[in-house]
C-alpha cells in the first residue's frame, strides 16, 4: 500500500510552493521564469517528447511479468535484456506511447551482455531512438531513464525519471558467466524492477544504453540510487550478432592478466590454442592497447573485453621485452559450444508462483519485514516475480508472429538467420563475377553449371613480377606461379594447403565461392549468418557468413552497403591461421578486383595483381598429367608456436 | 523560485556552456569533488558490515575526514582518485560528531576547504561523491549523485528514533545518498564547496524509514582544524613513561572488569563494574565502550591497560565512553 502520509506530505509541499510563490509574486501576476530558465526547461521538456516515442513497454503474455525497451529501427527491431524476454521466450506484447499494443518475436540473444534484441511486427514506421555515442558520456551528465518500473505502463503511458550519470566504465560481475555489465553507465536517475531492458538517453535523448541492473541491497527491490545501464556502444557491437537470430556469446583473450604495482596490464597466463600467442603475446607481455582503446589496468582490459563478440578479430598493441607490436587478435568464446546454452538452461530459474494479483505486487515489497526476505546484492533489476512456468500452458501464439518463428537449436530464431542467409547469397550472385552469368536458379542450369570453372591472370607484385594461371572448378583447381603449379583435387589436400600456410591456400577460398554461388546456403554444408565484424580490425562492420563443410569452415566478409566480398577466410585447423584471400578494388565494388591478397596471420604472401578472371567451360581448363606436388608449393612463412607459457600467481588476476 | 533559478544559472555559467539551450552537464564541478574524494578500506567484511567506507581531503598534506566507524577499527588503506594507495593513520575523531580524521604520506593534495558559516541552505542543489557499494575501485572516480537539501534540521528532534551519539544539525537530503559505503562521502553545494559529510546509515526504528542525511561542514570545521593543528589529536603519546606497576592506574583498582580478552584488539567494554570503586562512584555501567583515556585513543583492551600505566595513581583519569547512542564524558578519582 502507498502510505498515506506520503500523499499528505506532497499535499503540503504544493501548498508549500503556493505560498512561496505568493510572496514572491502577486497573486494576479503569472510566474514569469527567468528566460535562461525557462529555456533550459523547454529543452528538457523536447528531450522528453523526443524520447518517449521509441520507449517500449514489453509484457509477457498470459500476465507474467515484463519489463522494458527501445525502439532503434523503423521496422521495429528493438533492444531488451535477456533476462526480459527469457520468461516469455519467443513471443511478447509490446505497448508504445502511440497507445497501441504490437506482437513481437525474439530475434537475437546475448545471455552474457544480457542484451536481446526483438521485433515488434505490424509497422514499417515505427520511431526509433537516435543512437549516441556513450564513451563521449561523463560522470555529472543529466540523463533520463524512460520504461516501465513495477508494469505501471499498462497505459501505455511509459515512466520518465531524471538524474545525472554517477559513473562511467563501470564494471559489474557476473552472476556466474552470465548477465556481466562491463563498461557500463550508473546513473542516479530511478531505475526500478520494470524498467530492465529499457532506454537511458542523454540530455538531448539520445540513447546512451540500456538499463539492466541496479545496486539492490538490505532496502529491498527499489532503487536506491543507483542503477546500471549496458552502454549503447557495447549494443552496438552486438546489433549484427543479434539481427542473426543466434544465441550469441562474448569473447576472451585465453589470458589472464594482471596489474602491475607500478601500472601496466600484464599477461599472466595464456593459452597456447589462442590467437593472442599465435600473434606474440607471451607471459610477462604488456598490453598496451586493444581495439582501439588504451588500458592500464586490469579493470580496463576486463572492461574492454567485455564489451566486444566471440569471433571478432580486433587491433592489439603490446609491448614484450622492449619491443612494441601492433597486431590483430582473433578473439575465442567465453563459452564451449553447447556450455552456453546449458549455463542459460541453469541461469535464471523459472519465477516462484505468485499468489496476488499483478496489481498488489510492487506494494508488497513495501514492508520492511519483507525486504529481510529478499536475497542481497545486485540482482538484475527487470521481471518481476511470476514469469511464464515451463509447467504453464503455453500462451496461443498468433500467425504473424509464427511467421516469423523458426526455432532451431543454437538459435533465439533461425527466421531471422535465414533472411540475412537469403541476402547474401543475392547480394553473391549479383556481384562479381556471378553477376555477368546467366542465372543459375533453374534445376536444369545446375548441371551446367558444375561444368563451368574459372580462369583468373595476373602477376606477381614483386619485381621482376612473375606471371600467375589460377584455375578453379567444381572438383580440381590449380594456381601456376613463374614455373611452379600446385593442382590440387580432394579436401584433404586442401586442407593441407591451408594448414601449411601456402600460396595455395587461396584456391580453396575460391572454390568455395564457386560452391557457394553454385549451390547456395543450404546445400553448401552447414551455413549460418555470424553477424557483423571488423574486417582487418577496422569497422565498418563487415557482413559476415559462414559456410562449413567437411573440414573447412569459410567466412565471407561483405561490405555492409555495397554487399560487396572483401575477404574470404578459410580455417582448416581451428588453432591456426586461416588463409585470408583479400579481394582489393579500386574502383566500382562491384568490379572486377584489382588485387588478391593471401594473407596468413598479419603476413600477406602473395599479391596477384589480376589482368583478367573469367568464367570459362570447365572443359577448358586445362590441367596437368596426375602428378601431385601441393606439399611443396610456395613455401612456408609461417613459425610454428612452440614455448610454453608459464603460470603466474598474480593477485587480482582477471581472465580477458 | 529566485534560489533555484539563481543556482541554476550558476551551474550554466560555471560549465562555460556554449550554447544555452540545454542544461549544461556538471562535468567540471563533478570532476573537482571527485579528485577530493577517497576510497577507505579497513576492516569489516562480515556480516553485511561492508570494510570501505568514503572519505575526503581537507588539507595539502593528506588529511582525510571520514565517518567515525568499525572500518577504522584497523589502520585503513586509503585509495586516491588517481589511484594512488597509502597506508593511513587516525590522528584523531571526535565520537560524538562521528568523526575521524586520518593521515596519508602525500603532499599536493587537493583538498576541500571547511567554511566557518554553512554552505547551503534547504532548497539548495547539491552533488554528493562517494564510493557507495564499493562500484569504483582502483583509479575509478567515485560515484556522483545529485539533488537538493531537502531541509535543515534536529537529529534529535525524536530522541532514540535515530541510533546515533550525533546531536547537532543535520542536512536532509533529498537523494539516496547513505548507501553502504557512503558515509565518509562529500555533499558539494552549486560553488563546488563543500557542504557536508555523509553520515553513516540510519534507519528510522519505529517507521523502517533510510535517512538520507550529511554532517554540515561547518559542524566539523573546528574539530577538523584542532585535529590538524595537533591540538586534538587522540594519538597516543609515545614519549610518555610507562610508571611502575605499583605507581600507575590499572582497571582492577578503578573497579573496572572488562570482557575477557580474547582477541588481539579486543573492545574495551566493561563487564561489570566493582561496587564502591571509583568506576561505581562515576556511575560507569557494563557494556560501556571506552574510547579514550586522556584524550587517547583506545583501539583495545591491551592499550587500555598500556595507557593506565602511565598515568600515576594519585592523578585522575579522564575517559570518554560510548553508551549505547550517547558519548560520555567521566571522570574517574582515586
Known amino acids: 500500500m502507498i502510505n498515506p502520509r506520503i500523499l499528505d506530505l506532497s499535499g503540503l509541499f504544493s501548498l508549500g510552493m503556493a505560498i512561496l510563490a505568493g510572496n514572491l509574486l502577486s497573486a494576479a501576476d503569472p510566474i514569469k521564469l527567468d528566460a535562461a530558465l525557462e529555456q533550459v526547461e523547454n529543452s528538457r521538456i523536447e528531450s522528453v517528447a523526443r524520447a ?85 558520456a561523463e560522470a555529472g551528465d543529466w540523463c533520463m531513464v524512460i520504461g516501465n518500473p513495477f508494469l505501471l505502463a499498462t497505459n501505455l503511458k ?124 607471451r607471459y610477462g607481455s604488456e598490453i598496451l592497447e586493444i581495439d582501439g ?49 546449458k549455463k542459460m538452461a541453469g541461469a535464471l530459474p523459472p519465477p516462484p508462483p505468485r499468489p496476488q494479483a499483478p496489481g498488489e505486487d510492487g506494494e508488497e515489497k513495501d514492508d520492511p519485514k519483507e525486504n529481510k526476505k529478499q536475497p542481497p546484492q545486485q540482482r538484475p533489476g527487470g521481471q518481476r516475480p511470476g514469469g511464464q512456468r515451463p509447467g ?140 557483423t565484424m571488423p574486417l582487418g580490425g577496422e569497422r565498418p562492420l563487415r557482413d559476415v557468413m559462414v559456410g562449413i563443410a567437411g573440414e573447412l569452415e569459410v567466412r565471407w566478409l561483405s561490405h555492409p552497403d555495397t554487399g560487396s566480398v572483401e575477404a574470404i577466410e578459410v580455417f582448416a585447423d581451428r588453432d591456426e591461421d586461416p588463409a585470408e584471400l583479400w579481394l582489393l578494388r579500386e574502383g566500382d565494388s ?41 606439399n611443396n608449393g610456395a613455401g612456408s612463412d609461417r613459425q610454428k608456436a612452440a614455448d610454453a607459457s608459464q603460470k603466474a600467481n598474480a593477485n587480482d588476476e582477471v581472465k580477458v | 523560485m529566485n534560489r533555484l533559478a539563481a543556482l541554476t544559472l550558476t551551474m550554466l555559467v560555471a560549465a562555460n556552456c556554449s550554447s544555452l539551450r540545454a542544461e549544461a552537464p556538471l562535468g567540471k564541478w563533478v570532476r573537482d569533488a571527485q579528485k577530493r574524494v577517497v576510497k577507505i578500506y579497513g576492516a569489516g567484511g562480515l556480516k553485511g558490515l561492508e570494510a570501505y567506507q568514503s572519505g575526503f581531503l581537507v588539507s595539502p598534506d593528506g588529511h582525510i575526514a571520514t565517518a567515525w566507524s568499525y572500518v577504522l577499527d584497523v589502520e585503513p588503506v586509503v585509495l586516491l582518485d588517481d589511484g594512488r594507495r597509502f597506508e593511513s593513520k587516525i ?47 582502483g583509479n575509478e572516480p567515485a560515484s556522483v549523485m545529485q539533488g537538493t537539501v531537502a531541509s535543515i534540521t ?4 525524536r530522541r532514540g528514533t535515530f541510533k546515533t551519539p550525533y546531536r547537532g544539525k543535520v542536512l536532509i537530503l533529498d537523494l539516496i545518498a547513505n548507501n553502504p559505503g557512503a558515509a565518509g562521502g562529500a555533499v558539494i553545494d552549486s560553488r563546488g564547496q563543500l557542504a557536508g559529510m555523509l553520515g553513516k546509515e540510519l534507519r528510522d526504528s519505529t517507521t523502517g524509514v533510510w535517512l538520507n542525511y550529511a554532517v554540515p561542514a561547518n559542524a566539523l570545521r573546528t574539530t577538523i582544524g584542532d585535529i590538524i593543528a595537533g591540538r586534538k589529536t587522540t594519538v597516543i603519546d609515545s614519549a610518555t613513561a610507562t610508571l611502575p606497576r605499583k605507581d600507575s592506574h590499572n582497571p582492577s583498582v578503578l573497579g573496572l572488569v572488562m570482557v575477557p580478552d580474547v582477541l588481539e584488539t579486543t573492545p574495551a567494554y566493561i563487564d561489570t563494574v566493582a561496587t564502591d570503586s571509583a568506576a561505581a562512584r562515576a556511575s560507569l555501567r557494563p557494556d560501556d565502550l571506552i574510547l579514550l583515556v586522556n584524550g587517547q585513543r583506545v583501539d583495545s583492551q591491551r592499550t587500555l591497560r598500556s595507557l593506565l600505566r602511565t598515568i600515576d595513581r594519585r592523578d585522575d583519569v579522564e575517559l570518554t565512553v560510548q553508551r549505547d547512542t550517547q558519548i560520555l564524558p567521566v571522570t574517574l578519582q582515586p
Open chain 1, 52 to 136: 518517449v516515442p521509441s520507449a517500449v513497454s514489453v509484457f509477457v503474455p498470459g500476465g507474467g511479468g515484463g519489463g522494458s525497451g527501445v525502439m532503434i529501427s523503423p521496422d521495429g527491431y528493438a533492444l531488451t535484456n535477456f533476462h526480459v524476454t527469457s520468461p516469455a521466450g519467443s513471443f511478447m506484447r509490446c505497448g508504445m506511447s502511440d497507445g497501441n499494443v504490437y506482437d513481437a518475436v525474439i530475434v537475437g540473444i546475448d545471455p552474457v551482455g544480457d542484451l536481446a534484441m526483438i521485433r515488434l511486427l505490424g509497422r514499417s514506421d515505427f520511431p526509433a531512438a537516435e543512437l549516441g555515442d556513450s564513451r563521449a
Open chain 1, 158 to 281: 511509459p515512466t520518465v525519471t531524471y538524474g545525472i550519470l554517477s559513473g562511467v566504465g563501470r564494471y559489474q560481475y557476473p552472476s556466474g558467466t552470465l548477465l556481466e555489465y562491463g563498461d557500463c553507465l550508473q546513473t542516479d536517475a530511478s531505475v526500478n524492477p520494470g524498467n530492465s531492458g529499457g532506454p537511458i538517453y542523454d540530455a538531448q535523448g539520445r540513447l546512451l544504453g540500456i538499463v539492466g541492473r541496479c545496486s539492490f541491497e538490505k532496502r529491498g527491490r527499489v532503487n536506491v540510487g543507483v542503477g546500471y545501464a549496458i552502454s549503447i556502444n557495447q549494443a552496438k557491437n552486438f546489433l549484427g550478432y543479434l539481427r542473426s537470430g543466434r544465441i550469441v556469446d562474448h569473447a576472451t583473450l585465453g589470458a589472464t592478466v594482471s596489474t602491475e604495482p607500478d601500472g601496466g596490464v600484464v599477461v599472466s597466463n595464456i593459452l597456447e590454442s589462442s590467437d593472442a600467442y599465435r600473434r606474440g603475446l
Open chain 1, 293 to 341: 582503446r588504451v588500458v592500464q589496468t586490469a579493470n580496463d582490459l576486463q572492461n574492454v573485453m567485455a564489451t566486444l563478440p566471440n569471433g571478432w578479430r580486433v587491433k592489439m598493441s603490446y609491448r614484450s621485452e622492449g619491443k612494441t607490436t601492433d597486431t590483430l587478435v582473433r578473439l575465442m568464446g567465453v563459452h564451449l559450444e553447447d556450455e552456453l546454452l
Open chain 1, 392 to 531: 504453464k500452458p503455453a500462451v496461443k501464439i498468433p500467425q504473424q508472429v509464427k511467421d516469423q518463428l523458426v526455432e532451431r537449436k543454437g538459435f533465439a530464431n533461425y527466421h531471422f538467420n535465414l533472411a540475412e542467409q537469403n541476402s547474401f547469397i543475392n547480394e553473391l550472385r549479383n556481384q562479381f563475377p556471378a553477376d555477368n552469368a546467366p542465372t543459375e536458379t533453374e534445376p536444369q542450369d545446375k548441371k551446367n553449371a558444375a561444368k563451368k570453372g574459372w580462369l583468373l591472370k595476373g602477376e606477381t607484385d614483386q619485381t621482376p613480377s612473375q606471371p600467375v594461371t589460377i584455375q578453379v572448378s567444381a572438383d580440381k583447381m590449380s594456381i601456376q606461379i613463374g614455373q611452379k603449379t600446385v593442382e590440387i583435387d580432394n579436401r584433404s589436400e586442401m586442407y593441407d594447403v591451408i594448414t601449411d600456410g601456402t600460396a595455395a591456400g587461396l584456391l580453396p577460398a575460391l572454390n568455395a565461392w564457386q560452391r557457394m554461388l553454385r549451390d547456395g546456403p543450404r546445400k553448401f554444408g552447414e551455413s549460418y549468418y555470424m553477424g
Open chain 1, 590 to 630: 562491384k568490379s572486377m578486383p584489382n588485387v588478391l591478397d593471401l594473407r596468413y596471420g598479419v603476413e600477406s604472401i602473395l599479391k596477384i595483381k589480376l589482368k583478367s578472371w573469367k568464367e570459362v567451360p570447365a572443359s577448358d581448363l586445362q590441367w596437368s598429367a596426375e602428378e601431385k606436388n601441393a
Open chain 2, 91 to 137: 590522528v584523531g575523531f571526535e565520537p560524538s560528531l562521528e568523526l575521524a580524521v586520518l593521515k596519508i604520506e602525500a603532499t599536493d593534495t587537493p583538498f576541500f576547504e571547511l567554511k566557518q558559516e554553512p554552505t547551503v541552505d534547504w532548497g539548495d542543489p547539491v552533488i554528493a561523491v562517494s564510493n557507495l557499494f564499493n562500484i569504483a575501485t
Open chain 2, 154 to 157: 534536529d537529529l534529535n528532534a
